[in-house]
């Protein structure tokens, strides 16, 4: 699993790399599917990554920061560096056995459920790959190579 995070973080960085050469009001741009923008969809990335492992470590949801007080690249690209020095330490503490252990979350419509950590753990993991696909869809409408997912030559298993 930590290997999967450290890609994830390794594939951001490149996506933030990526949109230096891209205007920002490209980035601001609305999108077709998604969550909206380009920068908005990085910005969300980094906000649910936190937002679950914040709750796993103390069971306690926090509020998405307003986007527009984020609404830059470098802005964003500090809060996922902030967010990255907060987390990290509890994905690399992860232990399996940690997998096991269970939490109750309730969503935004009231509904409560038991959650395995290992579960949401994963969860986290998907949700970027997700939007990361999404936003190689959006680079190749706008005429751009998108960044590579490819998890080969990162060097994380050497």
């Not at 330490?89 to 979350?105: H, K, R, V, Y």
């Not at 994963?122 to 190689?136: C, K, N, P, T, Y």
Request: net charge negative.
């Amino acid at each position: 699993m930590k290997k999967l995070f450290q890609y994830n973080w390794q594939v951001r960085e490149d996506w933030f790399r990526w949109c230096e050469d891209i205007p920002e009001e490209e980035l601001l741009k609305k999108r077709v599917g998604g969550v909206g923008s380009v920068l908005y969809t990085l910005f969300h990335i980094v906000d649910v990554e936190q937002s679950w492992i914040h709750f796993l470590k103390t069971q306690q949801n926090l509020e998405e920061p307003p986007f527009e007080d984020y609404a830059s690249l470098s802005k964003v690209k500090a809060l996922s560096n902030q967010f990255h020095a907060e987390i990290e330490p509890f994905i690399q503490s992860w232990t399996n056995e940690m997998d096991s252990l269970t939490i109750q979350a309730t969503n935004s419509k009231g509904q409560t459920a038991t959650f395995r950590h290992g579960e949401i753990m994963q969860h986290v993991i998907a949700h970027e790959i997700h939007h990361i696909g999404q936003l190689s869809v959006w680079a190749r409408e706008i005429g751009r190579e998108p960044v590579t997912a490819n998890l080969i030559f990162r060097g994380l298993y050497e």
